[in-house]
């Protein structure tokens, strides 16, 4: 079953968020997460959270927010985070979490939503080619930003 997270859920997004960092073989700032988690979709409601239940227990999240685009002037809504533990893909969850997010694109009067995944995560990307997307070829970059 997928539905909006609560508060109640974040710990356990935190760690979700922590084995899908692993999953993606990057480290996860886990360190007081729960708290920005919390701050950004329970009190600034710029975060929207979904989580993925089955028994009582969290398999997996989709985490989104609003994002302007120069280009097309015009919001969007950018899908952060798609994830499933390893016991819980293959189930239709992921496409479950897609029409979450898309329905939540449309109550935001947006018309499109974008994201990124690893290139050599190719289950991923047949699994959102299946479902429509098309793929945008760019690279993505971060840059540290160190306070003065």
């Known amino acids: 079953m997928i539905r909006r997270a609560r508060r109640s859920d974040l710990a356990a997004v935190v760690a979700l968020v922590a084995e899908h960092a692993a999953f993606e073989r990057a480290a996860a700032a886990t360190e007081g997460l729960e708290e920005r988690l919390a701050a950004a979709a329970f009190q600034a409601g710029r ?8 028994d009582g227990v969290l398999v997996g999240y989709a985490s989104a927010s609003r994002e302007f685009a120069t280009w097309s002037g015009a919001e969007h809504l950018h ?3 798609l994830f499933l533990g390893e016991g819980a893909r293959g189930l239709g969850l992921g496409a479950a979490f897609m029409q979450a997010v898309t329905a939540q694109a ?5 018309d499109r939503v974008e994201w990124q995944t690893p290139a050599w995560n190719e289950a991923a990307i047949a699994f959102y080619r299946r479902g429509g997307a098309r793929d945008l070829a760019k690279a993505r970059f971060s840059l540290e930003v160190a306070s003065d």
Do not use: K, T
Not at 47 to 54: D, K, Q, S, T
Not at 106 to 110: F, S, Y
């Open 47 to 54: 975060l929207f959270i979904w989580v993925a239940e089955r």
């Open 79 to 81: 899908l952060d985070c």
């Open 106 to 110: 449309r109550q935001e009067g947006l």
